[in-house]
């Protein structure tokens, strides 16, 4: 089993939906979540990173972390067909140098 | 360009062959990181320096994967007798590591290897 699991999808919604993205993991010692959003044949952008469970807003995006349930969310406000990438959720431990990925959820906005 | 940046972006070479790849990471980020990435799975960790120190290594790293950081600037990874499984996107990270107890990693765009 993984220590990180993600919804693979694809996932295809209306522009102007809001989109929720999920990942659950095992390992207790995962401090830190972070999302990334990865374009066709391109590197991982990061996106956000939170530390603390609850939520983290930034602009259209809200990250959301239970630390009980071992469950992260990532959402999309007013989704655009821009949005449309591959979102990979990771988890760090503290006291590693390495960040541990889900397999990432596929998401298409349609116009 | 102040990003992170890959060489070769795409590389393709027969079985048996050697392959080396390189990475410039943002100028004044100490650590360095290389993934691996295969079609519908999300980036594996390989390796990663904290400037010219390789501080560990995955059990995905096989004798035949080798990688340095001369000088803790640029990094490179060797790939010997490369077999049709090693076929995949080589990614590379770099972060500043400061006081806190985690750091931002800034990807670069990804070397794809195809292995005939």
Same mark, same amino acid.
């Given at each position: 089993?993984?220590?990180?699991?993600?919804?693979?999808?694809?996932?295809?919604?209306?522009?102007?939906?809001?989109?929720?993205?999920?990942?659950?993991?095992?390992?207790?010692?995962?401090?830190?979540?972070?999302?990334?959003?990865?374009?066709?044949?391109?590197?991982?952008?990061?996106? $956000?990173?939170?530390?603390?469970?609850?939520?983290?807003?930034?602009?259209?995006?809200?990250?959301?972390?239970?630390?009980?349930?071992?469950?992260?969310?990532?959402?999309?406000?007013?989704?655009?067909?821009?949005?449309?990438?591959?979102?990979?959720?990771? $988890?760090?431990?503290?006291?590693?140098?390495?960040?541990?990925?889900?397999?990432?959820?596929?998401?298409?906005?349609?116009? | 360009?102040?990003?992170?940046?890959?060489?070769?972006?795409?590389?393709?070479?027969?079985?048996?062959?050697?392959?080396?790849?390189?990475?410039?990471?943002?100028?004044?980020?100490?650590?360095?990181?290389?993934?691996?990435?295969?079609?519908?799975?999300?980036?594996?960790?390989?390796?990663?320096?904290?400037?010219?120190?390789?501080?560990?290594?995955?059990?995905?790293?096989?004798?035949?994967?080798?990688?340095?950081?001369?000088?803790?600037?640029?990094?490179?990874?060797?790939?010997?007798?490369?077999?049709?499984?090693?076929?995949?996107?080589?990614?590379?990270?770099?972060?500043?590591?400061?006081?806190?107890?985690?750091?931002?990693?800034?990807?670069?765009?990804?070397?794809?290897?195809?292995?005939?």
């Amino acid at each position: 089993q993984k220590e990180v699991e993600q919804d693979p999808g694809p996932l295809s919604v209306p522009e102007g939906a809001i989109v929720s993205l999920n990942c659950t993991y095992s390992n207790s010692a995962f401090q830190y979540f972070m999302w990334y959003r990865q374009y066709s044949r391109k590197g991982p952008e990061l996106l $956000m990173y939170t530390y603390s469970s609850g939520n983290k807003e930034d602009g259209r995006f809200t990250a959301q972390v239970d630390k009980s349930s071992k469950y992260i969310s990532l959402f999309i406000r007013d989704s655009q067909p821009s949005d449309s990438a591959t979102y990979l959720c990771a $988890m760090e431990n503290t006291n590693a140098g390495k960040s541990t990925f889900g397999d990432g959820t596929t998401l298409t906005v349609k116009p | 360009d102040t990003g992170v940046s890959q060489n070769p972006r795409h590389k393709i070479t027969k079985r048996g062959q050697n392959v080396t790849f390189r990475c410039d990471p943002i100028s004044e980020h100490n650590r360095l990181y290389w993934y691996r990435q295969t079609l519908g799975q999300g980036p594996e960790f390989l390796t990663y320096f904290q400037n010219e120190a390789q501080l560990e290594k995955s059990r995905l790293l096989s004798d035949r994967f080798s990688a340095e950081r001369p000088k803790g600037s640029f990094s490179t990874l060797e790939i010997q007798r490369t077999e049709q499984g090693d076929s995949a996107m080589y990614l590379c990270a770099s972060s500043s590591r400061g006081m806190g107890p985690t750091d931002t990693q800034y990807f670069g765009p990804g070397t794809r290897l195809t292995v005939l």
